[in-house]
């Protein structure tokens, strides 16, 4: 516990320095000083990681490794990860790797307005556990897959 304690402060210490404070002001610049997952412009903001790599100043990540996102998503964002947890071990139980790519690229290609991580993780969350809805894609799909066979052959 205290190795972890540790650790927050240094990172902390780190959330200080000039150049994390230059990338922060980018990304809000960049995302127009709005929350990129519920709209808002008037509450608090933070710049969030999406992920983490190991021996990476917060400084020297790519910008698209970033979202702004208002106080309170960013708690949700926190909450999230345990359930989000959940849902990738049903994914990968349910689903072999290359089904998983294409599931990944169907949201990807699909029209969808809010493209942001906490509100995608809610959808392919109520897909995967709404049966009628989950058959009625697939049934979809191999509908889609075929057509292109036809249109190859």
């Not at 902390?12 to 002001?25: I, T, V």
């Not at 910008?63 to 708690?75: G, K, S, V």
């Not at 949700?76 to 990944?104: G, P, T, W």
């Not at 959808?123 to 190859?152: A, C, F, G, P, Y």
Request: a negative charge; proline letters at 2%; hydrophobic letters at 35%.
């Amino acid at each position: 516990m205290a190795d972890y304690k540790q650790r927050s402060q240094e990172y902390a210490q780190k959330l200080k320095d000039p150049r994390w404070q230059k990338k922060r002001l980018k990304i809000l610049e960049r995302d127009e000083w709005t929350c990129q997952n519920c709209w808002s412009t008037t509450s608090s903001l933070a710049v969030h990681h999406k992920y983490y790599l190991n021996k990476t100043e917060p400084w020297d990540y790519l910008d698209d490794a970033f979202i702004t996102l208002c106080e309170d998503c960013h708690d949700m964002e926190f909450i999230q990860k345990d359930n989000d947890m959940d849902l990738m071990a049903s994914i990968r139980l349910n689903f072999l790797s290359n089904e998983i790519f294409v599931l990944a690229d169907g949201f990807y290609q699909a029209y969808i307005p809010r493209k942001d991580a906490l509100w995608t993780t809610e959808l392919i969350r109520w897909i995967l556990t709404n049966s009628t809805l989950r058959s009625e894609l697939i049934q979809r799909l191999w509908i889609d897959i075929h057509k292109d066979e036809q249109k190859v052959g």
